[in-house]
Structures are given as C-alpha cells and as structure tokens.
C-alpha cells in the first residue's frame, strides 16, 4: 500500500531542511527500490519497537518495517490559487497525496527572510489554508454547475454527488474547509472521488530553530492564538527543530541522545511526525514473524483478515480459508518462557495453550496482531 503525505508551507519554513532529515532515515532500496526514482519523494520507515522485539524472538535473518512516503512539494505564495509563483504546481502536486504536512514557522531569525517579515505562525497557516479554499471553490463552483443539469435529466448519481457538493460549496464560500462538512459514509466516498484539497487530512509540524527566539517558548500573543487555532480546528501537530534533526541523521544510535540534548533538542521529533503521519492515514500495522524475516504489514484502519491478506499476496484474498492470529505482545510473552525461544516454538506453544486464535472471514485486524495466512 503507497500512500503518501504532502510537505507543505511558506518559503523559508524549514520544509527543505526536514525533507532532507527524512530522506536520510530512508529505507534500504532493496526493500523498497521505487524509492530512489523520484529525487522529491522519500520512503521512510515507521519507528515501530515491537517489529523489533518479535525479529529478535525469531531471530530473523531481515527485519522489514511498515513505510510512508513523505513528498516535498513547491512553497506556496499568497495568489497561489491564480498561479502566483509555483501556485499551478502546488496545487497539483498536492491532489495527487493523501494527506498534508504544513510546516510552520515558529523561531524569529534575522538571517532567515520570511516572505511577509515579520514571523507569525497563525498567519502563515490562514495564508495557505485560504489559498486551498480558493482553488476549491473554484473547482466545485465550476462542477456543481455541471452536475445540476445532469441530476435535471433523473441521472441518481449526479443527484447524489449534487447533494454533497450543495453541502461543501457554501462551506467554501464563507472561507471554511470541506473537512468540516457533516456528511455520511456514502456522501464521504463520493467526496472523496473528487479529489478536494480541503479534504485531505492535516497535520501541522512546528519547526523550532535551536539558539533562536522560539514562538512558543516566547508564550506570548503569537503562540496563545495558534494554540487557540489548533484547539479550534482539533488538528494534530508535532513539534520538532528541522536543523537539529537534519544534523544528527548521520549520528549513531548509541550516541544520538546524547548528541540530541547538547543540540537543544528532547525528544525525536522525526519519530513522532512519521508516526503521526502514519495515524493521519488512517493506518496500522500486523506482523508475521519467522526466521526468515519479521515483517510489519500496513493495512487500512477497519480492515478484515481477507483484506489483510491481500497486503501479502492476493491469494490470501481472494483464497482466504482462516487465518491464526495472536496479539504481539502475547506471543512475546510466551516466546520468553521457553528456552531457546524461536517464533516456531512460540507459535506452537501459543496453540497449545489456546492464546492463538482462528479467525474468519469477518475478523477485523487489530493494530499489532501477528498472523499466518491459511487459503485454498
């Protein structure tokens, strides 16, 4: 499953600098060799500890993470939506993502020109947020018109698309986002075929600079009114130092933390914006386990153990007879009470004692199962 998160932001946000620390937690090309064909997309592996915890019970010869794509996309101008700047190629580039990263400028640095002077967050936020209404309302404007004739002629499909877009459009017009409609799940699927920008999910980095005045350690009027926005929009967002975690990609595990405080930093903001763009997907993870590889597999949210399948082999779809399913951490806990401790014995053990279950058709895969695929 390819799905992929758009970078976003103003110039001179840091959005090249955290592009650049992501590529450099790429995955191996091996595993993943479309990775390298794009030079503006990086395939990066979702931190995961239990991926790691169930390759060492196994002793696997390769350890194989679940991915997302992170996509660097054109800064944006105001006037993007009338092709100011690269506008046409924003905006373009960003219908083709699953969902949106906007970078936000968050530290004062005279070095750094920001294209409005002054830094202000909130501002630069409403500034992009305003210019993906606009090319919107433009577009659903245009499509409504066309839609009205055809549902005239009794066509129920572009009566049923009418009815969305007559509750997105106004939206539009009064500035908000489509996200904020309150459709069903039929009107949601037919949303979602039209591609919409305000549509796809957000997620806001705040990029802190180390050694310069930071918005919100400031606490002043600029980080109380993005707190208030963030709040009111329910919006996710991370906090991280792009710069700092650009220079300490090359630095070894073991030393990292070390480096990561001396730095300015705490905690490993590219961890938590991978996993939260993961979230932001609206995906999970289940695992198989061997001694061959132990590999996380990304389904949907909601999926069932067919569809799960179908990440491994379409056989396991459209073939599927049962499938023995267990929760990570149990069979962990029974892989730590034997011996030698391989996934052989621990599957075995698991089945002996019942913890390993069989399920059908109907299952829905919960975040962290291990399974084995049974098909016809």
């Excluded at 590529?23 to 995961?48: H, L, M, Q, R």
């Excluded at 991926?51 to 944006?76: C, Y």
């Excluded at 309150?182 to 075929?193: N, P, Q, S, V």
């Excluded at 597999?297 to 179908?310: V, Y």
Aim: with cysteine; glycine share 10%.
């Amino acid at each position: 499953m390819s799905l992929s998160i758009g970078i976003v932001g103003m110039p001179n946000v840091g959005k090249s600098t955290l592009f650049n620390a992501l590529t450099k937690k790429g995955v191996p090309a091996e595993n993943y060799p479309f990775c390298t064909i794009d030079p503006s997309v990086g395939v990066v592996a979702v931190p995961d500890v239990r991926l790691q915890k169930l390759s060492d019970m196994s002793h696997s010869a390769k350890t194989i993470p679940a991915v997302v794509e992170f996509v660097d996309i054109a800064g944006l101008v105001k006037g993007a939506s009338e092709g100011e700047g690269l506008g046409n190629q924003f905006l373009s580039h960003i219908r083709e993502v699953d969902a949106i990263a906007e970078v936000v400028r968050m530290f004062d640095d005279e070095d750094v020109h920001h294209v409005e002077g002054e830094v202000d967050p909130l501002r630069d936020i409403e500034t992009i947020d305003l210019e993906l209404v606009l090319a919107d309302m433009e577009g659903v404007g245009k499509r409504l018109e066309r839609v009205e004739r055809e549902a005239k002629s009794g066509d129920k499909i572009a009566q049923a698309e009418k009815g969305v877009l007559q509750k997105i459009f106004p939206l539009l017009q009064a500035g908000k986002s489509a996200r904020e409609a309150h459709l069903d799940t039929e009107e949601k699927m037919i949303a979602r075929g039209l591609h919409l920008l305000t549509m796809k999910p957000i997620l806001y980095v705040l990029n802190r600079k180390s050694g310069t005045v930071n918005v919100d350690a400031e606490n002043g009027a600029r980080w109380k009114a993005l707190q208030d926005h963030l709040t009111r929009s329910r919006a996710g967002w991370v906090v991280l130092d792009a710069g700092v975690e650009r220079d300490l990609s090359d630095v070894h595990d073991d030393e990292r933390a070390d480096f990561r405080r001396e730095l300015g930093g705490s905690e490993d903001g590219l961890d938590a914006l991978i996993k939260s763009g993961y979230s932001l997907l609206d995906l999970i993870s289940f695992f198989t386990t061997g001694e061959d590889e132990t590999r996380a597999w990304t389904i949907r949210r909601g999926s069932t153990a067919p569809e799960a399948g179908a990440a491994i082999h379409m056989d396991f779809r459209d073939k599927f007879i049962r499938a023995e399913v267990i929760a990570w951490d149990k069979l962990l806990e029974v892989g730590s009470l034997l011996r030698q401790g391989s996934e052989g014995q621990a599957w075995s053990k698991a089945r002996e004692q019942g913890t390993l279950r069989i399920e059908g058709k109907e299952y829905v895969v919960q975040d962290g199962d291990v399974m084995e695929f049974r098909h016809g």
